[in-house]
């Protein structure tokens, strides 16, 4: 039995004075999909952004591999790969530009492969165009890109089917499940009906949590 | 199995690799977004040109407070610069990118920080003394203006970084950074217009560059572990 990638134990938050979620325990385990669901406000967002590390204001414990987190953050931050509702795109910079600087500081890679990625999410003649010039689902397609080229376990992923359109929506389902199936773990927020064998469903309902 | 878990299959990059494309890409998007470059500078230039119109053209005046105004000008320039420094990152997400790199984010701020000091601080710094001049200053004061401004503007853009930070979640912050920073601001115009008098008056500026040195490593070293700080906060209320 393999060790869980990521547990969260006891988890509670509260934002403006309501509790999103109370004594909220999870495992993400290796080589599985994890789908939050809930209704708008539920505490998705709020939630996805606890387990990246990016939200600290909630009260439990969170391990990575079994250790707590807080003491491993930059090997944790080394393992995981984060697209939040705010993709991270300049829109001064080219779409290989933008990807290039969603890829500093984690590991080297080469322009080729930069290109081979931006072509791979259907970008291909984008690569030197500035994002401002490209639609919403074709930035999106920018951050997604990184996916195609991680070599992190753990994918945390807000609202990933966001503007993109059929062809898009199939081939990041794709991504996702060959990802679970290689040994990673990801963990989605998502309205479109993502139906993938085996998936974990956390369901957040306001004020009550039921797994 | 844990090992076939982490990722260690590729090369990792090296933290000063990540320092330097943080500030290559910082001035990479300012450059294509030239108003952002310009605004300060303008601010600066616009400043400076008004006291004469404004108060007096006279020469004495000018030669007296030349210096006073070529500092507050570039004081308020950079206040008014400061809230770029993080919200455009903020607003598209870079900045939860930059957080969630696995490289220690005091440096990754740093970086940021002297990349915002290169593009607004230091065309300050190089259009000075053409106003210097244009104020009457003298050429030894001109030079020791430029050198306290040199060492002033980074302190300005380290101290501000913090403010900067901490003022990120919310909607208005332009009046609360105002609020926090100038305060702060004080002691560095105060010697560094003083360097300049000290230096017209024919007395030694070694001991007010010294403190002035002091100011910039202090605020180098130990605003962006403050201002990483900050950057959690916000982010963890956003």
Redesign the interface.
């Known amino acids: 039995m ?2 869980p ?1 990521l547990q969260a134990t006891n988890l509670q938050c509260e934002r403006d004075g309501r509790v999103l979620f109370d004594d909220l325990s999870l495992t993400i385990m ?1 080589a599985t999909l994890t789908r939050v669901e809930g209704p708008n406000g539920a505490g998705k967002t709020t939630l996805l952004r606890i387990l ?6 909630y009260s439990g414990e969170v391990h990575w ?1 079994g250790a707590p987190r807080a003491a491993q953050r ?2 944790f ?4 790969l ?1 697209i ?10 080219t779409a290989q ?1 933008n990807l ?3 890829m ?6 080469s322009a080729a492969t930069l290109r081979a990625a931006l072509a791979g999410t259907g970008l291909a003649g984008y690569e030197d165009v ?1 994002c401002s010039q490209l639609s919403a689902g074709q930035q999106r397609r920018v951050a997604l890109a990184r996916l195609l080229i991680s ?3 753990l994918w945390i992923l807000d609202e990933a089917f966001t503007a993109l359109d059929t062809h898009g929506v199939a081939a990041l389902e794709r991504l996702l499940s060959d990802h679970a199936q290689r ?1 990673g773990a990801v963990v989605v927020t998502t309205h479109h009906d993502l139906e993938v064998p085996g998936m974990q469903r956390i369901r957040l309902v306001p004020d009550k949590v039921a797994v | ?2 090992a ?10 090296g933290v000063v ?2 320092m330097g ?2 500030v290559r ?1 910082d001035l ?2 300012s450059f ?2 030239p108003q952002d470059l310009l605004n300060p500078l303008l601010f600066f230039m616009m400043v400076v040109t008004l006291f004469p119109l404004g108060v007096s053209p006279e020469e004495s005046f000018l030669r007296q407070s030349g210096s006073g105004i070529l500092w507050v000008a570039a004081l308020l320039s950079t206040l008014l610069s400061l809230d770029h420094l993080f919200r ?2 903020f ?4 900045l ?2 930059l ?6 984010l005091y440096l ?1 701020v740093l970086a940021k920080t002297l990349a915002h000091w290169l593009v607004t601080g230091l065309p300050l710094v190089l259009l000075a003394p053409v106003l210097a001049v244009m104020l009457h200053l003298e050429g030894n004061s001109i030079a020791i203006l430029c050198l306290t401004l040199l060492i002033g503007t980074p302190v300005l853009s380290f101290i501000g970084s913090v403010g900067a930070a901490l003022t990120l979640g919310l909607r208005s912050g332009g009046v609360l950074l105002s609020l926090l920073i100038i305060p702060l601001y004080i002691p560095v115009l105060i010697f560094g217009t003083g360097t300049v008098a000290a230096a017209a008056g024919g007395a030694s500026v070694g001991a007010y560059l010294a403190l002035m040195g002091a100011f910039l490593v202090l605020s180098v070293t130990l605003a962006p572990f403050a201002s990483a700080a900050a950057l ?2 916000s ?3 956003s």
Do not use: C, F, W
């Open positions: 393999s060790k990638l290796p990246a590390g990016l939200n600290e204001n591999l930059e090997m931050q080394r393992n995981l984060y939040g509702h705010r993709t991270g795109i300049k829109a001064a910079l530009e290039a600087a969603l500093a500081g984690r590991h080297a890679v500035p070599d992190e376990p040994g | 199995m844990t076939k878990l982490q990722a260690a299959t590729t090369v990792p990059v690799a990540a494309g943080v890409r990479q998007a294509r977004q455009h990152d607003d598209n997400g870079t939860e990118q957080v969630l790199q696995p490289q220690p990754l959690r906060i982010l963890s209320n």
